[in-house]
C-alpha cells in the first residue's frame, strides 16, 4: 500500500510545482532547482538549505525570470561541445547576461553566505 501512496503523492506535489510561482515570477521549480544545485556544490543540511535558499531570494529580488531563463539557456549552449555551442560563446549580449548574473549571484552569496 505504501509503494502506491508515495508515487502517488509524489506527482500531485510535482504537478502542482508547474502552476506555483511566486510574485516576482520565480516558478517554484526553478527556485527547487537552484537550490539544489547550491547545495550539491556547498554541502548538505539545513544551514546549507536556508543559506541557498536566501540566494535565489536575492537574486530573484533583482534578476527578473525572464532574463534568468535567457541565462540558464545560454550558460547551457556554452557548456555543450560542437560547432553550434561555440556560436553562443561570442555573443556580446550573452556575454554581458551572465556577467550581470554573476555579480547579482556574488552579491548573494556574500549576504546569505
Known sequence: MTRIVVPVALAA??????TARA???YPTYARVDYV???????????DVMRK????IDEIAAHF???????????????DMPG????????VGWVKD??????????AADLKCF
Open 23 to 25: 510574485d516576482d515570477g
Open 36 to 46: 539544489l544545485g547550491c547545495m550539491m556544490s556547498n554541502g548538505q543540511g539545513p
Open 97 to 106: 547576461l551572465l556577467d550581470e548574473f554573476r555579480q547579482i549571484q556574488v
Open 13 to 18: 506535489f510535482l504537478a502542482g510545482l508547474s
Open 52 to 55: 541557498c535558499s536566501c540566494s
Open 64 to 78: 527578473p525570470y525572464d532574463s534568468y531563463v535567457a541565462m540558464e539557456t545560454a550558460r547551457t549552449l556554452q
Open 83 to 90: 560547432e553550434r555551442a561555440s556560436l553562443m560563446r561570442g
